[in-house]
């Protein structure tokens, strides 16, 4: 990893501390995940103490400190999904991938994640790979699915 994207990421705030949340959002963005050597960047460019910017990298549950895929894929495991049909999905999803929640393929392509809500329960059981919305699943349609991130 490069750390010159860093750099124009924390430029693009001023190099202020403010907006720290901010900065890792973007770098997370840039590389998919925050590595020890991001981390220890921004808090030597902006001289705040590494646990400062390790506290905030783990409290948010939307930055990851280990390298993800390509494609985020969640499965909601919320009331309504799992009611109808969350745990065939994520068994499917698991089939069809190799890999179990919370891996990444070898490739580097997919990561999967089964999350408590997705906020779409009209479209129950649902599913988002990356900011894609993909509802009304079902095990016939995972490999369709799948196959536009492939």
């Given at each position: 990893?490069?750390?010159?994207?860093v750099d124009e990421i924390i430029?693009?705030?001023?190099?202020?501390?403010?907006?720290?949340?901010?900065?890792?959002?973007?770098?997370?963005?840039?590389?998919?995940?925050?590595?020890?050597?991001?981390?220890?960047?921004?808090?030597?460019?902006?001289?705040?103490?590494?646990?400062?910017?390790?506290?905030?990298?783990?409290?948010?549950?939307?930055?990851?400190?280990?390298?993800?895929?390509?494609?985020?894929?969640?499965?909601?495991?919320?009331?309504?999904?799992?009611?109808?049909?969350?745990?065939?999905?994520?068994?499917?999803?698991?089939?069809?991938?190799?890999?179990?929640?919370?891996?990444?393929?070898?490739?580097?392509?997919?990561?999967?994640?089964?999350?408590?809500?997705?906020?779409?329960?009209?479209?129950?059981?649902?599913?988002?790979?990356?900011?894609?919305?993909?509802?009304?699943?079902?095990?016939?349609?995972?490999?369709?699915?799948?196959?536009?991130?492939?």
């Open positions: 990893m490069t750390l010159t994207k430029d693009e705030y001023q190099g202020s501390n403010d907006w720290l949340v901010m900065i890792l959002q973007d770098i997370q963005e840039e590389y998919n995940y925050l590595s020890a050597d991001a981390l220890k960047y921004v808090a030597g460019k902006l001289d705040i103490p590494l646990s400062r910017v390790y506290n905030v990298a783990t409290f948010y549950s939307s930055l990851s400190l280990a390298e993800r895929g390509r494609y985020i894929i969640k499965v909601c495991d919320g009331t309504a999904c799992h009611l109808r049909g969350f745990i065939n999905i994520r068994d499917e999803i698991t089939r069809q991938i190799g890999i179990e929640q919370g891996q990444t393929t070898d490739d580097k392509k997919f990561t999967l994640e089964v999350v408590a809500c997705l906020g779409a329960c009209a479209l129950a059981p649902v599913m988002t790979v990356n900011a894609d919305y993909h509802g009304q699943m079902t095990t016939e349609k995972i490999e369709q699915t799948l196959s536009q991130y492939k």
